[in-house]
């Protein structure tokens, strides 16, 4: 058995922001600001639902060890995903994370209309991340009050798991693993009850890998480099509201005009609303309208894929 699919019992789609809480007064018996480790990013590191944050997920502070771990469950106009994961923080400086996404991706039987490619009606998409964060400088909630942000960066290595989608795949010419990298800093505005981040990946990544990694010509199969935005607006120390942006490569596109398709196999950039709750210091709950554009439009009569989700994670 592959190691990331070993280690990788876990996953997630979207668990959503916050370091949100970060503004209140409440602090955790660690000593940790409430919530000030996020919660579960889409690939499992702690951060906004889309994007990864520059902060260390759990609550624990220097010198401690700390765990957290989420479930979620997205469902936009055609597709679906439930996901899974968990994270560890160390000393406050290294996290390591590991995920498990199930997509439902039904409506990619229609494309055995254009070959034999042999896709089954109930096609599921399985992908395994695992993620490593170190923080390089800074501190969030300790420096708040310095221009300083919380800098951090990232690797994620991810493996696909296409089932009967396999020749779907090889006509795109993907690979079914690959990695990003990126680099994130993240500030935390006390006064103004603001948490601003940004992100720039390195990825070659099709649909965050749902679709593999890369591309044959006239697709593209190098890497680019995709900005990430988030804000959250503290209400109060136990909830925040908050929208991110997430800039996406569009490697397929090509592959699709060049066998007469047109835009079926366009990817557009991701984007969020959120809302998100802390009953306590162990859990959060966010509910999000997400705008995920289009996914393989040529098979779902290009509507976009918007759609809510739920996330709930536990951090100790």
Not at 88 to 95: D, F
Not at 289 to 298: A, Q, S, T, W
Request: proline letters at 3%; one cysteine or more; hydrophobic letters at 45%.
């Amino acid at each position: 058995m592959h190691p990331i699919h070993w280690i990788s019992t876990v996953a997630c789609t979207t668990g959503l922001c916050a370091l949100l809480a970060a503004a209140g007064t409440a602090r955790a018996e660690t000593g940790k600001l409430l919530l000030t480790g996020g919660v579960s990013s889409i690939s499992g590191s702690a951060g906004g639902g889309l994007t990864p944050w520059a902060v260390v997920g759990s609550n624990a502070t220097e010198g401690e060890v700390g765990m957290s771990a989420f479930t979620t469950r997205t469902r936009t106009r055609d597709y679906g995903l439930t996901s899974y994961g968990a994270a560890m923080g160390w000393n406050e400086r290294v996290e390591v994370s590991v995920a498990k996404q199930d997509f439902d991706a039904a409506p990619a039987v229609a494309l055995n209309g254009i070959a034999a490619f042999g896709v089954e009606p109930d096609l599921h998409l399985k992908m395994d991340i695992i993620g490593v964060k170190v923080r390089l400088l800074g501190d969030a909630v300790l420096e708040a009050d310095s221009a300083m942000p919380q800098v951090a960066v990232g690797v994620e290595h991810k493996r696909l798991h296409p089932a009967s989608a396999s020749r779907v795949i090889e006509f795109l010419g993907a690979d079914t693993s690959g990695t990003d990298v990126y680099v994130t800093a993240t500030k935390l505005l006390l006064d103004r009850n603001l948490v601003l981040s940004a992100t720039l990946r390195s990825t070659n990544a099709n649909q965050n890998g749902l679709l593999g990694f890369g591309g044959s010509a006239p697709g593209r199969s190098r890497r680019s480099l995709q900005p990430e935005f988030s804000v959250a607006y503290l209400l109060r120390r136990d909830l925040a509201i908050g929208a991110e942006y997430r800039f996406k490569p569009n490697n397929l596109q090509a592959i699709g005009a060049s066998a007469g398709l047109g835009a079926a196999l366009r990817e557009d950039d991701w984007r969020d609303l959120f809302i998100a709750w802390a009953p306590n210091k162990h859990m959060s709950i966010t509910l999000a309208y997400v705008n995920l554009g289009l996914i393989v439009p040529g098979v779902t009569g290009y509507r976009r894929q918007n759609g809510l989700y739920l996330s709930v994670q536990a951090a100790y």
